[in-house]
């Protein structure tokens, strides 16, 4: 069962464009959400995050936008740039001290940016 | 700066064959833990670990084994590998669980034949 999922296995955007990456999940208690990076031939790196009690955080050219009502949040790319093309996976967790307390990833979308 | 290291980077194996994947971070964190990527799939976690000698059993645990020998240790044991087996392996490591960063090792690629 996909506690978290993510609707696109790729996106494809020219450079200069904002992407778009949307993620929803399951479980009303997860109140952190973590987007990770991973380039090719690496393991995951945090990218930015945002916790249930607020409904954007921006991060330089990344946005997480959070709805907490519809239980979804996307990541937009402002300004993409060739350099952004990489795998994104979007993630949840709940309290630590909980079965829930550790990361439920999704599926990643492959981000392709286009010079 | 946070460092997960992950041996081997490649692996091949047989079917029924025993392998060892090890993991160590020098970041002196409580939390590590072994997931496996596959296409579709994304990262899924197999078994976690909250301390030496402490083991937690993650979502695809089966045909896998763990065990934590010191804080900064973490090896995974497949002791009949399946062709099902074959995929790219990541460690990471976290000062606590839940919602906190975790640190990602380059990862090991295994193929069993």
């Known amino acids: 069962q996909q506690q978290v999922r993510q609707s696109s296995q790729s996106l494809t955007v020219w450079e200069g464009e904002t992407a778009i990456l949307n993620c929803s999940y399951e479980?009303?208690?997860?109140?952190?959400f973590p987007w990770y990076q991973q380039f090719p031939g690496e393991g995951p790196a945090l990218l930015i995050a945002?916790?249930?009690?607020?409904d954007k955080k921006e991060d330089g050219r990344f946005t997480i936008f959070f709805n907490k009502r519809e239980k979804n949040l996307s990541l937009h790319i402002k300004d993409s740039q060739p350099g952004d093309s990489a795998t994104y996976f979007c993630a949840a967790s709940g309290d630590r001290g909980s079965a829930l307390g550790r990361l439920h990833f999704g599926a990643g979308t492959q981000l392709i940016v286009i010079p | 700066e946070a460092a997960v290291t992950q041996s081997p980077r490649n692996k091949v194996t047989v079917t029924g064959g025993n392998v060892t994947l090890s993991c160590r971070q020098t970041?002196?964190?409580?939390?590590m833990y072994w997931y496996r990527q596959d296409t579709g799939h994304g990262l899924r976690l197999i078994h976690y670990s909250y301390g030496a000698g402490n083991l937690q059993i993650g979502d695809v645990p089966d045909g896998y084994k763990a065990t934590r020998t010191t804080q900064e240790d973490f090896f995974l044991l497949l002791e009949l590998a399946s062709p099902s087996q074959t995929s790219l392996y990541f460690c990471a490591s976290s000062a606590t669980g839940g919602g906190y960063e975790q640190y990602f090792g380059p990862g090991t690629r295994l193929t069993v034949l």
């Open positions: 945002i916790r249930s009690v607020s």
């Open positions: 479980n009303s208690a997860f109140d952190y």
């Open positions: 970041n002196s964190h409580n939390y």
